[in-house]
């Protein structure tokens, strides 16, 4: 199976910081991941797909990047509605797996 | 508007049986794999099974192989899991999914006596 290790597991920011989580994969997955936002007491949302492809309706300041196994999520000046937990998935083969989640609170 | 709808949660006893439906809409459904993906209260996103767009290939996880059996009616646009001797840690929100963007609202399932 494919382990995705995700990082940090919490993170607190102060609103128009920058903030990155990463996730990295245990063997090659391509461009097989996405990243979602999940609220307390909702379904996760998409943000982005293909590893580097912003999700429709999603603010520009969330992108995607890739460098080999690792795969990153930036969010530039951070808003207070980013607030959340944020998972990685990797769809590349069965089982999907899903990074362990990053808790994103403001300062 | 995409619509996944899942429904026939509840509360069951451990060893029993339950099936969950997932009625889709808004997309030509018998075009695309669905899965199931479960989450415990105060937990992570947790894969359950995957069944491709006709139905003749599926995947289980571990825990849930030879309990739970995916299915789908292309006919109906529904998707399906039907979930036998349950156990307390089978207790989750359940999401039907399919295209990235698409999760339902998700269904709870409480497994406890």
């Known amino acids: 199976d494919i382990q995705m290790t995700q990082s940090p597991a919490s993170l607190s920011a102060s609103p128009e910081e920058i903030v990155t989580i990463t996730c990295q994969a245990s063997?090659?997955?391509?461009?097989?991941l996405a990243w979602y936002q999940q609220k307390p007491g909702k379904s996760p949302q998409l943000l982005i797909y293909?590893?580097?492809s912003l999700a429709d309706g999603i603010p520009s300041r969330f992108s995607g990047s890739r460098s080999g196994t690792q795969y990153s999520l930036k969010i530039s000046r951070l808003q207070v509605e980013d607030t959340g937990i944020y998972y990685c998935?990797?769809?590349?083969?069965?089982?999907?797996?899903f990074g362990g989640g990053t808790k994103l609170e403001l300062k | 508007e995409v619509q996944l709808v899942e429904s026939g949660g509840g509360l069951v006893q451990p060893g029993r049986s339950m099936k969950l439906s997932c009625a889709a809409s808004?997309?030509?459904?018998?075009?695309?794999?669905m899965a199931w993906v479960r989450q415990a209260p105060t937990k992570g996103l947790e894969w359950v099974a995957t069944?491709?767009?006709?139905?003749?290939?599926?995947y289980y996880r571990d825990s849930v192989k030879g309990r739970f059996t995916i299915s789908r009616d292309n006919a109906k646009s529904t998707l399906y899991l039907q979930m036998n001797s349950l156990r307390s840690e089978d207790t989750a929100t359940y999401y039907c999914?399919?295209?990235?963007?698409?999760w339902g609202q998700g269904v709870m399932v409480t497994v406890s006596s």
């Open positions: 999914t399919g295209r990235a963007p698409d």
């Open positions: 808004g997309f030509t459904f018998s075009n695309y794999g």
């Open positions: 069944i491709s767009y006709d139905g003749s290939s599926t």
């Open positions: 063997q090659d997955i391509g461009n097989w």
């Open positions: 293909s590893a580097t």
């Open positions: 998935l990797q769809r590349y083969s069965n089982p999907w797996t």
